[in-house]
Each structure stands twice: as structure tokens, then as C-alpha cells.
């Protein structure tokens, strides 16, 4: 079965300094992994995706995410925090490949100090 | 270019009631999904919708069952309430033939069960 993982509840950053929300997957074949960010009450909104190609995957907000298959990782990157990021961060990937009905993980929350 | 609105965005029940949750998707999307986030939880994928029909479940009992109109709009409809069953309920939309994972969230209709 496909599963995401992401071990870290809380990360604490202070704006700034680059920041980096873990990711670890377990899925058959290639993978096709995606981010996603919710603020407070508010809907998911879509960050990026990794299909094929480039293992270093740009998105919105200048967040990107590395991909290593070897480590069975993707975990999402910014260079410079800023206060704004702060909001919780799911990373997913699909229940089976080519479909759009996802499986999420269980979120780490994003904290950035001024 | 119209986002998925869902209604209503608050509502609070009883053990034993039903509740019907809709959801409006985003222009030119022919695909919703539903998905259940509990507190401190990611989204767990419900059901999902196209042309009417349902196209793949997930882990839920039957009485978690939903419709989709010709619009592309859709309700979620739960029987015999449970305590458990309180949670953020999401609608997504997406545009079928193209599975990117790219998913457009509602804010979300958060139920409470007592």
C-alpha cells in the first residue's frame, strides 16, 4: 500500500534562515509525490508536485522539494523563511499511480519566529 | 474563474442525525472528491465523483454516500452521526483525464457531533 511519512510534528524556524519540512514514502513503482499547505481555517492549497525528471522540484511561494530515491525522501525546502509561511504542511502522494485521489500524511506545522 | 465553495462552513449535530454537505466545484473541473481531516490528522480520502458516478472509495462505511449533479456539483451525505464522524469535511475538484494530483480545496464544512 502506498504511504507517505512525515516525522516531525512542529518545526521551528526564525525568519530568515532556510527551512526544510521532512517527507519519507513508500510507493510501488515510480512515485508521484505532491506537497500541499493549509493556513488556519482555510482548504488545502496544492504547493508542488514531483512526476519524473529533475529531482530538485520548484513551486509556489518559493518553497521546492528534493526528491532522493535512494533515501525514499522528499522533503520541501525554502531558502528564506518568512513569518508568513507559518501553516501546516502536508505532504501526499496518489492511493494508486494515474489517479488523483490522494493519500496524505499526517502534517508537520510550520512555525516562523520573527 | 470561479475556486470550490462549500456550504455550510459550520454545523453541529447530534448522535443518530444526518447531515448532508455540499459542495460547488471549480469551473470547467468535472471530478470531486471528498475527504474527512480530523483534528491533528491529514485529509483521509472518502469517495470520488465523476460524471455522476462514483469512482473509487475509501475506507469509509456505507453510510458516508454521496451524488453528483450534472453541474459537476456534489453533496456528501452521512447517516446515524457518530461521535468520530466530527471533523473538517473537504471537497476538491479536479479535471478528469489529466491525473496530476493537483487537487483544488474548498475551505472545508466542519462538523461536530454531540
Known amino acids: 500500500a502506498q504511504s507517505v511519512a512525515q516525522p516531525e510534528d512542529q518545526v521551528n524556524v526564525a525568519e530568515g534562515n532556510p527551512l526544510t519540512v521532512k517527507c519519507t514514502y513508500s510507493?510501488?513503482?515510480?512515485?508521484?509525490l505532491f506537497w500541499y499547505v493549509q493556513y488556519p481555517n482555510r482548504g488545502l492549497q496544492f504547493l508542488l508536485k514531483y512526476i519524473t525528471g529533475d529531482n530538485l522540484v520548484k513551486g509556489s511561494y518559493g518553497f521546492e522539494a528534493e526528491f532522493n530515491k535512494s533515501q525514499t525522501s522528499f522533503h520541501l525546502k525554502k531558502p528564506s523563511a518568512l513569518v508568513s509561511d507559518s501553516a501546516l504542511y502536508f505532504c501526499a502522494a496518489p492511493t494508486s499511480r494515474g489517479t488523483d485521489k490522494l493519500i496524505f500524511g499526517t502534517g508537520t506545522r510550520l512555525q516562523v519566529f520573527p | 474563474e470561479t475556486g470550490v465553495t462549500q456550504s455550510p462552513t459550520h454545523l453541529i449535530k447530534t448522535r443518530g442525525q444526518q447531515v448532508t454537505l455540499r459542495c460547488s466545484s471549480q469551473?470547467?473541473?468535472?471530478?470531486v472528491s471528498w475527504y474527512q481531516q480530523a483534528l491533528g490528522q491529514g485529509p483521509q480520502f472518502i469517495f470520488q465523483?465523476?460524471?455522476?458516478?462514483?469512482?473509487g472509495r475509501g475506507n469509509f462505511p456505507p453510510r458516508f454516500s454521496g451524488l453528483q449533479f450534472p453541474n459537476y456539483s456534489s453533496e456528501l451525505n452521512v447517516n446515524a452521526l457518530e461521535l468520530d464522524d466530527s471533523a473538517l469535511y473537504l471537497c476538491?475538484?479536479?479535471?478528469?483525464?489529466?491525473?496530476?494530483?493537483?487537487?483544488?480545496f474548498g475551505e472545508g464544512s466542519r462538523l461536530t457531533v454531540l
Open positions: 476538491a475538484s479536479s479535471l478528469s483525464g489529466r491525473p496530476t494530483g493537483e487537487l483544488f
Open positions: 465523483y465523476y460524471r455522476e458516478e462514483e469512482n
Open positions: 469551473s470547467g473541473h468535472n471530478t
Open positions: 510507493v510501488s513503482g515510480n512515485p508521484y
